[in-house]
């Protein structure tokens, strides 16, 4: 029966079908075979039928409508601009750096641009989604200098000379109060301050089966190769040049690949960036030789934490949905996270985030004591260990000071509809309760 669907199924409609469940879910596609149906449905629902195919157009009609998109809603500089006489282009803006010198209660309410010599690490990952709204608006990329900033760095720079198990932090707080922001500047300020940084910023793709898994052989546990590689090239591009006075201290062995004892760990990663299949060895051995060495402070900053307690959106072969504890690289990091593994000296930080729902953690918020967890609801009691002495640092929302630097920031960069003032700032601030993602959309989109 599955053979004769099969063959009465044309072979380009299931190769494109194919293709575009490939392209949604965002997996490569000589990956597509593990990926289960799951990352079809969480990427983007069901297939679009294709659209008729339309009749030839005539080129002045074409240009007449590239001509009336250009006078849409989308304008930089500012969302829905309706009318063009409102349109003023962004510009550029000047504004100091954001170093470790810079990160102190006399700079309070000043927004300070990501470093020159820390920008170029920081493009081989991705910012959060907001923060990025915010950078593609205004240039430089630049954040605000909070309380709540200057305390965090504090606690973190204590952690140079410690064990990580002593300092696991998770940002908390309020939707939009910034958790995102504060991590990106905690990153930030530990790469100008020389420290080797694993930044994941997007926590949640490594558990909504947008990559390939296989399973390990005579176990209950999976790899993702493609995502270890990716990974391993990431953290290569970040940190090179302090990879490369970091030698293995010991001969391994990372898939059929052999690790000499001298190696860089640079040069150990460049073993699982260009085999796949060994990636995830390669990662455990280089953060066993990261854990060990005492030359260099080494930060582990998680954003979208809560995805990693909660099941997955992979599947075992029975149909059921997995713990993160049964994906080898989700589990390595959970291992530092939890304190099971440490770093002879640094920091583990995660942030929360509710973007997506779907990523919500009930076990992680009564662990940190955000929520209270009902009597009749019993939580996982494979995933719950995993939260132990972790410390939960709370974000609030901007403060009169910060937000008028930020008021300030975005009227240099011309973002406003109205002339900004002094009653234009108190109408913002008011209905935004001082939440920095509604402030920003109250003052970029006009809303």
């Known amino acids: 029966m599955a053979h004769r669907f099969l063959t009465s199924t ?21 990956y597509a075979n593990y ?47 309706l009318n063009e006489k409102y349109y003023k282009p962004p510009t550029p803006v000047k504004v100091e750096e954001f170093l470790p010198s810079t990160a102190t209660k006399e700079h309070v309410g000043q927004v300070l641009g990501l470093p020159a010599n820390v920008l170029p690490a920081l493009s081989q990952t991705s910012y959060p989604t907001l923060v990025s709204e915010q950078f593609d608006l205004i240039k430089p990329a630049a954040l605000v200098v909070r309380d709540a900033t200057v305390s965090l760095l504090d606690t973190i720079d204590k952690a140079m000379q410690t064990s990580s198990a002593n300092t696991r932090i998770v940002l908390t707080g309020d939707s939009g109060a910034g958790k995102s922001a504060m991590l990106l500047q905690t990153v930030s300020h530990c790469l100008s301050s020389g420290w080797v940084v694993i930044y994941v910023p997007k926590a949640s793709t490594w558990m909504n089966s947008s990559y390939a898994y296989n399973k390990v052989p005579n176990t209950t546990t999976f790899v993702q190769p493609a995502l270890a590689s990716a990974l391993a090239g990431q953290i290569n591009s970040v940190n090179k040049d302090a990879l490369n006075k970091i030698v293995t201290s010991e001969k391994a062995k990372v898939g059929r690949h052999d690790v000499e004892k001298g190696t860089t760990l640079s040069a150990l990663l460049q073993m699982g960036i260009k085999d796949q299949l060994a990636a995830q060895d390669v990662l455990e051995v280089f953060m066993n030789e990261m854990s060990a060495q005492k030359e260099i402070p080494t930060l582990i900053a998680v954003d979208e934490i809560n995805s990693f307690y909660r099941p997955t959106q992979y599947l075992s072969q029975d149909g059921k949905e997995l713990d993160p504890d049964h994906l080898k690289l989700p589990k390595l990091f959970l291992n530092y996270i939890a304190g099971k593994s440490s770093l002879d000296h640094g920091a583990v930080i995660g942030a ?11 076990i992680l918020e009564v662990a940190l004591g955000v929520k209270e967890v009902s009597p009749y609801k019993s939580l996982s009691q494979t995933i719950a260990p995993w939260t132990e002495g972790l410390t939960k640092f709370e974000v609030p929302n901007y403060t009169r ?47």
């Open 35 to 81: 990926v289960t149906a799951s990352a079809v449905v969480m990427a983007g629902g069901k297939a679009r039928k294709a659209a008729p195919k339309a009749k030839q157009q005539s080129n002045s009609f074409r240009k007449k409508k590239i001509e009336d998109d250009d006078k849409g809603e989308g304008g930089a500089g500012g969302a829905t601009r």
């Open 10 to 30: 044309p072979l380009l409609a299931r190769t494109s079908q194919t293709l575009a469940a490939r392209a949604r879910a965002a997996v490569p596609a000589q």
């Open 352 to 362: 929360t985030s509710d973007s997506l729902l779907i990523n919500k953690s009930e």
């Open 401 to 447: 000071q910060e937000a008028k630097g930020v008021f300030d920031y975005y009227r240099k960069g011309n973002v406003f509809y109205d002339a900004p003032s002094e009653a234009l700032f108190l109408n913002k601030f008011i209905t935004s309760d001082g939440n920095p993602r509604k402030f920003f959309t109250a003052c970029a989109k006009g809303i």
